[in-house]
């Protein structure tokens, strides 16, 4: 199962992120797959929990967004969006075509969530009481 090493390395990332910014936990993750990258979004959203499990994204929700398939005519020169299974340029039908978007996988967007009062409140009462009195 391909999907969960997929996850585990965009959790990596998600973790990463969430030191750097010193998150205490995460709370979305937004992916974009394109059909043309050969990862199954149901699997994707499978390995999820798996991925997740002891980690700062553990509870995260994981949302999957797909991306349109796009091709660069060679012939041409247009830029047209088609389907995954029929690569031909839009504008003159040519099979010359490159592909320009649609076998990728993106980390999009993470929400993260960060305490920054954690530890302090019982600290800042004292020192109010003590200046009053
Ligand atoms: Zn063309």
Redesign the pocket.
């Known amino acids: 199962m391909h999907e969960l090493a997929i996850c585990q390395a965009l959790i990596t990332q998600v973790t990463d992120l969430a030191t750097e910014r010193s998150a205490t936990s995460v709370s979305d993750i937004f992916v974009a797959v394109g059909p043309l990258s050969g990862v199954e979004s149901a699997l994707l959203q499978n390995a999820f929990p798996i991925a997740v499990a002891g980690t700062v994204a553990d509870g995260a929700e994981l949302h999957i967004d797909s991306l349109p398939v796009r091709v660069h005519?060679k012939?041409?020169?247009?830029e047209s969006e088609v389907s995954a299974n029929r690569l031909l340029?839009a504008?003159?039908?040519?099979w010359k075509?490159r592909l320009v978007s649609g076998d990728e996988l993106l980390l999009t967007r993470v929400e993260l969530e960060i305490d920054k009062h954690t530890g302090h409140r019982d600290l800042s009462r004292t020192s109010e009481l003590a200046a009053e009195g």
Do not use: E, I, K, N
Request: hydrophobic fraction near 10%; glycine fraction near 10%; aromatic fraction near 0%.
């Open positions: 005519c012939d041409c020169d247009a340029c504008q003159c039908g040519t075509t």
